[in-house]
């Protein structure tokens, strides 16, 4: 019975050692972006020196591509500084990697796109936004993400990379905050109002009802 109890005792004693190592492991994973700074200039200024260590679990590259993507959001569509092309550079650097490892991380490529973008490169960004769209076909917070990165380039975009994100448009109308997005940018490009309608004429009555609604309360004429 004594060495029932002591073998009972000897395997509750590792299995905590292994969690306190598996917990230890994540935490030093973890904590080069939890000291990093938490506001988007600190993840900036960060990633202008260096690609930021990007540790073997999703969760601390899920932490690595959102610092990436506070730090480049407000640098799409401007013209770059040196100290934010080096931004760019590290954010694509760690994306590279990111998807060398995991091909089929859409987060991954998204970012990937978002540091071409930045970097004036069409061509990648294209084909990175592409893969994106992808590995993850109907997730709304990916597509959400897509639509709002390929909007700011929709008329040089490729009739192929336009097909894809169409469906990222039906995605995104089926909820409120989804269809109010796409609404309020119906009337200002006019390519982009042609996508609309001919890919929410694939989706249900009801969501095409509410998008009507939506453009309604946006005061956009229908």
């Known amino acids: 019975m004594k060495r029932q109890s002591f073998g009972l005792w000897s395997a509750f004693f590792l299995a905590a ?7 230890l492991a994540a935490y030093q994973e973890v904590v080069p972006y939890l000291s990093g700074g938490r506001d988007a200039e600190s993840k900036r200024q960060a990633l202008s020196v260096a690609e930021l260590p990007i540790g073997l ?3 601390a590259q899920r932490l690595a591509l ?4 506070q730090a480049l959001t407000p640098l799409i569509g401007t013209s770059l500084s040196e100290e934010n092309l080096r931004v760019a550079d590290n954010c694509r650097a760690m994306a590279q990697d990111i998807v ?12 990937l796109a978002m540091s071409f973008d930045a970097e004036s490169q ?5 084909k990175a936004l592409a893969q994106s769209q992808v590995t993850t076909e109907n997730q709304w917070a990916m597509a959400s993400l897509r639509l709002w990165l390929g909007y700011q380039r929709w008329v040089q975009l490729t009739p192929d990379l336009r097909e894809k994100l169409g469906h990222d448009i039906q995605v995104v109308a089926t909820t409120n905050d989804g269809r109010t997005w796409l609404a309020a940018r119906y009337q200002e490009n006019e390519g982009f109002r042609e996508d609309v309608i001919s890919n929410l004429e694939k989706t249900s009555a009801n969501t095409q ?7 309604s309360q946006s005061g956009v004429a229908q």
């Open 17 to 23: 050692l292994l969690l306190v190592g598996s917990a």
């Open 57 to 59: 679990s999703l969760q």
């Open 66 to 69: 959102d610092d990436c993507l």
């Open 100 to 111: 060398s490892q995991s091909p089929l991380f859409s987060y991954g490529w998204f970012i």
């Open 122 to 126: 069409p061509d990648d960004f294209q």
């Open 209 to 215: 009802r509410a998008f009507v609604r939506a453009l």
